[in-house]
């Protein structure tokens, strides 16, 4: 019999394992979009459209940010300002459209598979979170049914 403490481990290591996913496909989109702005000189063909990931705890996300380049700073370097992007709710995934108006055109093509690619690892992650949750809830359950036993 499997007991509640090694379902939540299997658990655990599976949100691990997306994690990892998630970290290896962003660093497939920098690697692309830093070798397509090397080609392009100049502050208008930086990158605008940033992605990230995040473990916190057993929750893992993979956000995307808009950043536009303002100003120069005391060393004479441009700057950024960040704006968050908003997935529509009860979404896994950002709407392309959206994500296209801050992309430049020659790295739309490399958003869209990186977006595509992140849907299902984001759905995966939310349900183990949830299942998570419930095994956490039967671990106290089954503590509180052994004490009164």
């Known amino acids: ?22 970290e290896s496909i962003a ?5 692309a979009v830093l070798r397509m702005e090397g080609e392009r000189p100049g502050v208008q063909n ?15 996300r993979s956000e995307w ?6 100003g120069k700073g ?7 300002k960040k704006e968050a992007i908003t997935k529509p709710a009860r979404s896994f995934g950002y709407t392309i459209s959206k994500l296209h108006k801050y992309a430049h055109e020659w790295e739309k093509e490399i958003v869209e598979e ?5 849907v299902g690892i984001r759905q ?15 671990m106290q359950a089954e503590s509180k049914r052994r004490a009164v036993a």
């Not at 005391?74 to 950024?80: N, S, T």
């Open 114 to 118: 990186t977006e595509n690619r992140l």
């Open 124 to 138: 995966e992650a939310y349900h183990l979170t949830r299942a998570l949750l419930s095994v956490g809830f039967a």
């Open 74 to 80: 005391k060393d004479g370097k441009f700057f950024d």
């Open 46 to 60: 930086r990158n605008r459209l940033r992605l990230r990931s995040i473990k916190d705890g057993n929750s893992v």
């Open 1 to 22: 019999m499997t007991t509640n403490p090694e379902i939540k481990e299997a658990l655990e290591r599976r949100m691990e394992e997306l994690h990892h996913e998630v």
């Open 27 to 31: 660093e497939r989109y920098w690697a």
């Open 65 to 70: 940010y808009a950043v536009a380049w303002v």
